[in-house]
């Protein structure tokens, strides 16, 4: 039997511990695993580079393929060379050393060499399968688009002294801290093109999983990529939603249930065979099983976060919780 061709859509940490909960499915499944992930990213490092020196932002895309490194020690090591971020350098005898103006302070050494990579072969999709090579990668990290893109919000009330006012709120940095609410999102340019090797993934799937993540700026962004969507629509894979386990800035107000919603509001036709829930987190079940069988979809639930009480999933957990859904039928 072939492996389960999986494809996991999102972007930072979201994205990260979906790929890692895959990745200890794989010991009791046989996956083939492809991380498409969001190019919208223009703070931090990133966006740095983005401005700088244009091409896509590297920072999701490098976390992506640590998720999905190998367990070789060789590859371990680089893999937390590519984490490694510079901090201001000591000053030296003579007085030198790091601190205001140092490029280097905040980049980490992955989205350096993801950028290099980039800029040496012309193509990012080559450059990532080489990062990959680097990295001993179990899957394949794609972009959603080859050209970045920015993320556009209409808010309410992003401004706290004129709570009903709706402004446009730019860039996915911007509207990831937003204290208002988000009304509408949109991508610029509207129409990005699709990722080609994304595009034949998605139609070759078996499963495609959205989320965790921030959900509009991570998970949405995807759906309003035309060639994306459609393919996600037309493709014969059955489709997982695992749910955040509370709400960001950028989503505070909204209910579990209300995320599902927003799927269908972006992509109509969307359909969903399965929603994974934490069971402590889920709040009201009957709203958010209510919002799953909306897209078709059952509601499942388990334990999949940390034990410490943060909100983080563990990635262990997650994916036990994972096995008997992508499991079923094979």
């Not at 971020?85 to 060499?113: E, S």
């Not at 080859?146 to 002294?161: T, W």
């Not at 994974?276 to 009201?284: E, I, M, Q, T, Y």
């Not at 979809?297 to 999933?313: C, E, K, N, Q, S």
Request: glycine fraction near 12%; charged fraction near 20%.
């Amino acid at each position: 039997m072939s492996p389960a061709r999986v494809v996991a859509f999102g972007g930072g940490h979201g994205l990260s511990a979906s790929l890692r909960a895959l990745r200890h499915c794989v010991p009791e499944l046989d996956l083939d695993i492809t991380a498409v992930v969001t190019v919208g990213d223009d703070g931090g490092s990133s966006g740095r580079l983005r401005a700088e020196r244009g091409g896509l932002p590297p920072g999701d895309l490098r976390q992506a393929l640590v998720a999905l490194a190998g367990d070789h020690p060789a590859t371990r090591h680089t893999a937390g060379l590519f984490q490694h971020r510079f901090a201001a350098a000591a000053a030296g005898p003579a007085g030198a050393g790091g601190g205001a103006g140092d490029p280097l302070v905040g980049h980490a050494v992955g989205n350096l060499v993801l950028h290099g990579l980039m800029e040496l072969f012309g193509d990012p999709v080559a450059a990532l399968d080489h990062a990959g090579a680097m990295l001993g990668v179990v899957g394949r990290v794609l972009p959603m688009s080859c050209q970045p893109v920015g993320i556009e919000a209409r808010v309410r009330g992003a401004d706290p002294d004129h709570p009903d006012e709706v402004s446009t709120v730019h860039g996915q940095h911007q509207v990831a801290v937003t204290t208002g609410r988000v009304e509408a999102l949109r991508l610029a340019p509207a129409a990005p093109v699709a990722c080609a090797e994304a595009v034949a993934t998605v139609r070759e799937a078996d499963w495609l999983i959205f989320g965790p993540g921030s959900w509009y700026t991570s998970v949405l962004p995807h759906l309003l990529v035309p060639g994306l969507a459609d393919a996600i629509i037309s493709s014969s894979a059955r489709r997982l939603v695992t749910l955040n386990l509370v709400a960001e800035k950028e989503t505070l107000g909204l209910s579990l249930a209300d995320h599902l919603d927003t799927l269908r509001r972006y992509l109509p036709e969307l359909k969903v065979d399965m929603v994974l829930a934490d069971s402590k987190a889920v709040g009201d079940p009957v709203a958010v099983e209510r919002a799953a069988e909306s897209l078709g979809a059952r509601l499942v639930l388990a334990p999949v976060a940390v034990l410490d009480g943060t909100p983080r999933h563990d990635p262990a957990a997650l994916g036990a919780a994972l096995v008997p859904v992508l499991g079923a039928d094979r």
